[in-house]
């Protein structure tokens, strides 16, 4: 007997949006995404409120083909955009003195922007994973994070938070290729400063 396997492919389904459970089911972790990203627990707050808000005006466009929670954070991460935006422009604020290249380049590797021999970081102490001293370790992280210049933490944050790419931090706030370089490292510089002055 034979079974006949029918070759039509399922649709996937698409994903249902529940705007009344928004608040329950997404709040906390929007908020922890905001405030990691922008360091002000009041203007995170807002921006969840006019992500939510945002969504609501614009909930005919959900295709469900992400989930409830990946769309609102897209919504999301475009206002912390925004902020960076803002908080980065005006005059002189988006140019760095190319001289200070040559500074970097003593401690980075020209060819592929690691730190170079000479400089690297001496180890911290957390190599045995301890999470109370890795949760110390990124409170102290935070703090130094804070003292980064607006479009310094900017760039470091799109880069190494969200993992986007040169070209659209480039684009978004509006700084050229040979500034971004310059204040990725110069980030670094000021980040391994700070850690090493701060971590016991």
């Known amino acids: 007997m034979s079974i ?3 070759t ?3 649709q996937a389904e698409a994903i249902a949006i529940d705007p009344h459970h928004w608040v329950e089911n997404h709040a906390d972790y929007l908020y922890k995404y905001a405030v990691t990203r922008i360091n002000d627990e009041e203007l995170a707050r807002d921006l969840v409120q006019e992500t939510f808000l945002a969504a609501l005006e614009r909930i005919d466009k959900f295709e469900g083909r992400s989930s409830e929670r990946t769309w609102l954070t897209s919504i ?5 955009i925004d902020v960076y935006r ?3 422009s005006g005059p002189g604020k988006n140019t760095i003195d190319l ?9 980075f590797d020209a060819n592929d922007g690691h730190w170079s021999k000479a400089h690297q970081p001496r180890a911290f102490g957390i190599e045995d994973k301890d999470p109370l001293m890795n949760k110390e370790l990124n409170a102290i992280l935070k703090r130094c994070m804070e003292k980064l210049p607006a479009l310094w933490l900017s760039v470091f944050t799109m880069k190494h938070m969200d993992d986007e790419s040169t070209d659209l931090i480039c684009a978004e706030l509006k700084v050229t290729p040979s500034n971004f370089w310059v204040i990725i490292h110069r980030a670094k510089l000021n980040l391994r400063a700070c850690l090493q002055k701060n971590w016991i």
């Open 76 to 80: 999301l991460k475009n206002k912390v």
């Open 8 to 10: 039509e492919t399922p």
């Open 99 to 107: 001289n200070t290249v040559q500074q970097d380049q003593d401690f």
């Open 4 to 6: 006949h396997k029918s």
């Open 86 to 88: 803002k908080k980065s």
